[in-house]
């Protein structure tokens, strides 16, 4: 693993929160005796994290402060509440020369900020990039199968405060823990058919497409409950096409192309775990020839309105 990609290197503890070794010091001491503690803080809670990581050095009790688990899920969620906009960086903004390091990874979800990454020796990682800290998974110690390949999910359960990872293999399924950095062997589904792609993480759930059909021509979806580990089925709209999973605007979303046409149909269901409330927002007519819609991974709705998909075509041989 190359260090040029990543600045340093921690333990799962830290990549989340960076608790400092000052937990005991005085947090209504401020740098700024002359201001009361609960607007310092309120003031920043809407500072970047760039900044953030500066103001650390400013004291000791500042450390303590943007170094609290308290401190720093008030702020994620705050930041995730924002209407923020991505800004348009021109190419003459950049003052040095990018390099194709040759490192090769796919993307297998993210969820507050953290990134799980798989790279070509099936190493997992998990990566925040926005603090430059990343680490590297233990051995899951399942052994690929021929004719088969790891199919990854990455999640956050919300009631134990615990990043997972769910790692599924055809007849195994393993389930990692960052809170505990381990990985145990889970139940597999039962009856709902192969997973397919990488799991989609709505309302505390992750989601795959699953097909029992050699013909690959009957799908379903398939949900793992990352707090009670329950596999569930959830209903999809109509028929039994080939589907692909995405999340559109924080609701679980499904792109349809017919078996008897080139028509691709998207829809989202408006309220969680609910049949009737699927909405079919558009259709697309002659987008993605066969091979590149069943290779697709994820698909996208930008803020004008494009419609993107993701397709990997050098990942389609089993591995």
């Known amino acids: 693993m190359s260090k040029m990609l990543f600045a340093r290197k921690f333990s799962g503890e830290n990549l989340v929160s960076d608790e400092a070794s000052h937990q005991n010091s005085n947090r209504s001491n401020p740098a700024n005796p002359s201001m009361p503690t609960e607007i310092m803080v309120e003031i920043l809670l809407r500072v970047s994290v760039k900044s953030l990581l500066k103001f650390r050095c400013v004291s000791k009790s500042w450390l303590a402060l943007i170094s609290s688990p308290e401190f720093i899920k008030s702020h994620l969620s705050l930041s995730a509440n924002n209407n923020t906009h991505l800004r348009n960086i021109e190419e003459s903004n950049l003052d040095y020369l990018m390099k194709n390091l ?14 799980c990454l798989v790279n070509r020796a099936k190493n997992i990682y998990l990566w925040n990039p926005t603090i430059r800290k990343y680490k590297k998974l233990p051995d899951h110690k399942i052994e690929p199968k021929p004719l088969s390949r790891f199919i990854y999910g990455f999640g956050y359960d919300k009631i134990h405060d615990d990043y997972k990872v769910v790692l599924y293999n055809f007849d195994e399924v393993a389930m990692y823990s960052l809170k505990n950095d381990s990985w145990r062997r889970i139940d597999c589904p039962r009856n709902e058919g192969r997973l397919m792609n990488t799991g989609k993480f709505v309302n505390g759930k992750l989601h795959w497409a699953t097909t029992n059909d050699l013909d690959l021509r009957v799908w379903s979806i398939t949900s793992f409950d990352l707090t009670d580990e329950k596999w569930r089925k959830v209903e999809r709209p109509c028929g039994n096409d080939i589907l692909v999973l995405g999340v559109l605007e924080s609701n679980l979303s499904i792109m349809i192309r017919s078996n008897a046409t080139t028509n691709i149909e998207v829809w989202v269901m408006k309220e969680y775990e609910n049949k009737e409330s699927w ?12 091979v590149e819609y069943f290779i697709a991974q994820s698909f996208y709705l930008t803020k004008r309105g494009e419609f993107l998909v993701m397709s990997i075509l050098h990942d389609i041989q089993f591995k």
Do not use: A, C, Q, Y
């Open 102 to 115: 040759d490192i090769s990874f796919l993307f297998e979800g993210s969820v507050n900020g953290l990134i």
């Open 279 to 290: 909405m079919k927002m558009f259709t697309i007519n002659d987008t993605l020839d066969r």
